[in-house]
């Protein structure tokens, strides 16, 4: 009786209680700081330094994206077995330990092993972040929250890139390994957010209880696996959202990771500039990230997320008549329309997993999904560009997509699709749809919010 007194206090002024509030907080410090990455806008010239030949640079590149698909698997199952949060920590260790490789071997096995726990850590936190913080907010009742807090939060880190990674290069210049000292450093501070994070009822530990009664943690991973991909199975609507992000995810992570020197530098646009252009773009999707309620409630957020696709693939196309003003802009706007897309995307995701389903592992199958077309994408990435073929790059993956999102339309109109969907937590999708307007109703100096998962 004593919380119902309690909880009304709690939540005057804002809508949060004090829990929500920390928790939110707390995700915000973590993700901001197991995210900022110095190392990410010099790891090419520093490889080069080190002696490391293109081909074994872009080599640990391609066993990057297959390490982070195959521990996807494993991490998914182990966060829905110890708990979301313990998860959290066990990812913000590893990451520490990973940036400090290249610091104790700077040569092609330091850096390979370097991105090898980069993966490790990284899969560790990608659906466990998503999943603790929904399942936080959902346990205090305060869940229509949870789309600001997702996107501020992913705010936040961009906007922390934009300060710190001008201060590379002078850095560098006092210390040569700073980028990843400094790195290490952040992922220590992301530790720090995790262990104080408060446990969340019926989420931390639940595994050691199905141990228990179950007979096994091989029996109970086994069973965690088994339940994920019966629900992705028997969900047509769920498994529909997660193809649909995929063209978000690899189209924004091919455009600003893999293609965004080559655009550049075929439009003459002098590498010294490039550290302004990535900086315009970062704030372009910060401002998107941290405020998908501009998105109006006359579409749903199915459509949004659709639309803003399309809008990525025509501004690459785009790319391909343009000059060098109108590129910088058109990479602005991809990198906006990235940064409204992803938090709705991930909220549209989350609300479709049934109640008792296992959250963690279902998001790990999400990020599978995206990273093993991610890297397919790497590989025609690196053939196109090598024959000197950018602008059918482009065009091309433009085409690609709006034929995937044009198919995912018309699957979408058909009645199982319908019926799956209804039948996918019916209390959440008025949520969904109504997400936009909840998040205009907040309070100016309330607590806001995505996330990419990195």
Same mark, same amino acid.
């Given at each position: 009786?004593?919380?119902?007194?309690?909880?009304?206090?709690?939540?005057?002024?804002?809508?949060?209680?004090?829990?929500?509030?920390?928790?939110?907080?707390?995700?915000?410090?973590?993700?901001?700081?197991?995210?900022?990455?110095?190392?990410?806008?010099?790891?090419?010239?520093?490889?080069?330094?080190?002696?490391?030949?293109?081909?074994?640079?872009?080599?640990?590149?391609?066993?990057?994206?297959?390490?982070?698909?195959?521990?996807?698997?494993?991490?998914?199952?182990?966060?829905?077995?110890?708990?979301?949060?313990?998860?959290?920590?066990?990812?913000?260790?590893?990451?520490?330990?990973?940036?400090?490789?290249?610091?104790?071997?700077?040569?092609?096995?330091?850096?390979?092993?370097?991105?090898?726990?980069?993966?490790?850590?990284?899969?560790?936190?990608?659906?466990?972040?998503?999943?603790?913080?929904?399942?936080?907010?959902?346990?205090?009742?305060?869940?229509?929250?949870?789309?600001?807090?997702?996107?501020?939060?992913?705010?936040?880190?961009?906007?922390?890139?934009?300060?710190?990674?001008?201060?590379?290069?002078?850095?560098?210049?006092?210390?040569?390994?700073?980028?990843?000292?400094?790195?290490?450093?952040? *992922?220590?501070? $992301? !530790?720090?957010?995790? +262990?104080?994070?408060?446990? =969340? /009822? #019926?989420?931390?530990? @639940? %595994?050691?209880?199905?141990?228990?009664?179950?007979?096994?943690?091989?029996?109970?991973?086994?069973?965690?696996?088994?339940?994920?991909?019966?629900?992705?199975?028997?969900?047509?609507?769920?498994?529909?959202?997660?193809?649909?992000?995929?063209?978000?995810?690899?189209?924004?992570?091919?455009?600003?990771?893999?293609?965004?020197?080559?655009?550049?530098?075929?439009?003459?646009?002098?590498?010294?500039?490039?550290?302004?252009?990535?900086?315009?773009?970062?704030?372009?999707?910060?401002?998107?990230?941290?405020?998908?309620?501009?998105?109006?409630?006359?579409?749903?957020?199915? *459509?949004?997320? $659709? !639309?803003?696709?399309? +809008?990525?693939?025509?501004? =690459? /196309? #785009?790319?391909?008549? @343009? %000059?060098?003003?109108?590129?910088?802009?058109?990479?602005?706007?991809?990198?906006?329309?990235?940064?409204?897309?992803?938090?709705?995307?991930?909220?549209?995701?989350?609300?479709?997993?049934?109640?008792?389903?296992?959250?963690?592992?279902?998001?790990?199958?999400?990020?599978?999904?995206?990273?093993?077309?991610?890297?397919?994408?790497?590989?025609?990435?690196?053939?196109?560009?090598?024959?000197?073929?950018?602008?059918?790059?482009?065009?091309?993956?433009?085409?690609?997509?709006?034929?995937?999102?044009?198919?995912?339309?018309?699957?979408?109109?058909?009645?199982?699709?319908?019926?799956?969907?209804?039948?996918?937590?019916?209390?959440?999708?008025?949520?969904?749809?109504?997400?936009?307007?909840?998040?205009?109703?907040?309070?100016?100096?309330?607590?806001?919010?995505?996330?990419?998962?990195?």
């Amino acid at each position: 009786m004593s919380p119902r007194i309690r909880r009304p206090a709690a939540r005057a002024g804002g809508g949060l209680t004090d829990t929500a509030r920390r928790i939110i907080r707390l995700n915000y410090g973590f993700q901001l700081l197991f995210n900022l990455l110095w190392w990410m806008p010099v790891f090419y010239a520093y490889q080069k330094t080190a002696g490391l030949t293109d081909a074994e640079i872009f080599g640990i590149q391609s066993i990057y994206y297959v390490a982070f698909c195959l521990f996807e698997i494993p991490t998914g199952l182990i966060a829905d077995r110890i708990g979301t949060r313990n998860c959290l920590r066990a990812g913000a260790v590893v990451m520490t330990a990973a940036n400090l490789a290249p610091v104790l071997s700077a040569s092609y096995t330091g850096f390979l092993v370097h991105f090898l726990a980069i993966a490790a850590g990284r899969s560790l936190t990608s659906g466990a972040a998503s999943a603790y913080l929904y399942d936080g907010l959902r346990a205090e009742k305060c869940d229509e929250h949870y789309l600001k807090a997702e996107g501020t939060a992913r705010a936040l880190g961009l906007g922390a890139k934009v300060v710190c990674w001008p201060l590379v290069g002078p850095l560098m210049a006092l210390a040569h390994a700073a980028p990843y000292l400094l790195s290490a450093v952040s *992922a220590a501070g $992301s !530790l720090a957010c995790a +262990v104080a994070l408060p446990r =969340l /009822a #019926g989420a931390d530990g @639940g %595994g050691k209880a199905a141990d228990r009664s179950g007979g096994g943690r091989r029996g109970a991973f086994l069973r965690d696996a088994g339940a994920a991909l019966r629900c992705v199975a028997s969900s047509r609507w769920l498994a529909l959202l997660m193809v649909q992000g995929v063209a978000v995810f690899t189209l924004s992570r091919i455009c600003q990771v893999n293609l965004f020197q080559p655009i550049l530098l075929d439009h003459g646009i002098a590498e010294a500039s490039h550290g302004g252009v990535l900086a315009a773009m970062t704030v372009a999707e910060a401002v998107g990230s941290a405020r998908p309620q501009w998105l109006s409630r006359r579409l749903t957020p199915v *459509a949004w997320v $659709s !639309l803003l696709s399309l +809008v990525l693939a025509g501004t =690459l /196309a #785009g790319m391909t008549v @343009g %000059g060098p003003w109108s590129v910088v802009v058109l990479l602005c706007l991809f990198a906006a329309a990235t940064g409204f897309a992803y938090p709705v995307q991930r909220k549209l995701v989350n609300d479709a997993v049934p109640a008792n389903a296992p959250r963690a592992t279902l998001l790990s199958v999400e990020s599978i999904v995206d990273r093993a077309v991610c890297a397919l994408a790497a590989v025609a990435v690196g053939a196109y560009v090598s024959a000197g073929h950018l602008d059918a790059l482009l065009l091309h993956s433009a085409l690609a997509t709006a034929i995937l999102l044009g198919g995912f339309q018309l699957v979408l109109h058909t009645r199982p699709v319908k019926r799956s969907q209804e039948a996918a937590a019916p209390d959440s999708l008025p949520a969904a749809r109504e997400a936009p307007d909840e998040a205009v109703r907040a309070a100016p100096g309330a607590e806001p919010g995505r996330g990419r998962r990195g």
